[in-house]
């Protein structure tokens, strides 16, 4: 059975950092690009970065570029986004999707607010 | 970025009635080297993660009702209930993955009459 568990969120001050992770199980997690997609307390979704098989390629929304960085570790079937400079417009529920033709699997999200 | 454009917002069905829901997108999401539209459907239940319903545009996920179809092509995208249900009360989004960044529609709410 395919899983994808979060981590990492909290309650995090404007221009904080936080490492978000997100742990695979279940699948091939090195065969397959990862994504986290964010969503903002009662709005909708949105994609905010991917990463494919290898981790070479790591591709973000125009948003958090510069702020947010995806990365894998393979051989821990782990996802991550590290998140610095964060602002008030970044608090949502970050979900980690496993991508192939659109997200077919989603974990259940951890929360990040950004508040002083 | 490839901005995608739902209708309507919401929409209230009675049970076993038909419900549509439109995506536009701002360009072509065909990719014409393959013929495929990179285009999915996701439905979100209240407290739940996104759910992976349709894929290029008009392929059924494994184990979703056959109620739910996709179809368009290009820039112009539909989901349709042929017969709602009550499970079916949700909000369902369109998204393109032709290009970065893949790009969510606003949602539309389905709710029963």
């Known amino acids: 059975e395919v899983q994808l568990v979060e981590s990492g969120g909290g309650l995090v001050q404007p221009g904080g950092s936080l490492r978000l992770s997100c742990t695979a199980s279940?699948?091939?997690?090195?065969?397959?690009?990862m994504s986290w997609v964010r969503q903002a307390p009662g709005k909708g979704l949105e994609w905010v970065a991917n990463?494919?098989?290898?981790?070479?390629?790591?591709y973000y929304v125009d948003s958090v570029k510069g702020r947010f960085t995806i990365s894998r570790d393979n051989t821990k079937n782990s996802l991550y986004l590290q998140m610095s400079s964060l602002r008030a417009e970044d608090t949502a529920l970050y979900y980690c999707?496993?991508?192939?033709?659109?997200?077919?699997?989603w974990g259940q999200g951890t929360l990040v607010i950004v508040s002083s | 970025d490839i901005v995608m454009t739902q209708s309507p917002d919401s929409l209230a069905g009675s049970l076993g009635e038909r419900a549509t829901i439109n995506c536009k997108s701002s360009?072509?999401?065909?990719?014409?080297?393959?013929?495929?539209?990179?285009l999915a459907w996701y439905q979100q239940k209240p407290g739940q993660p996104p759910k992976l319903l349709i894929y290029?545009?008009?392929t059924r996920e494994s184990g979703v009702p056959d109620r739910f179809s996709g179809s368009g092509s290009g820039t112009d995208f539909t989901l349709t209930i042929s017969s709602l249900q009550a499970e079916d009360v949700a909000v369902y989004y369109c998204?393109?993955?032709?290009?970065?960044?893949?790009?969510f529609g606003g949602g539309t709410k389905v709710e029963i009459k």
């Open positions: 999707a496993r991508s192939a033709a659109g997200c077919n699997y």
């Open positions: 279940g699948f091939s997690f090195s065969s397959y690009y």
């Open positions: 990463i494919e098989p290898g981790g070479s390629g790591k």
């Open positions: 360009q072509s999401v065909l990719q014409s080297s393959n013929n495929y539209n990179y």
């Open positions: 290029w545009a008009s």
């Open positions: 998204q393109q993955y032709y290009s970065i960044p893949n790009t």
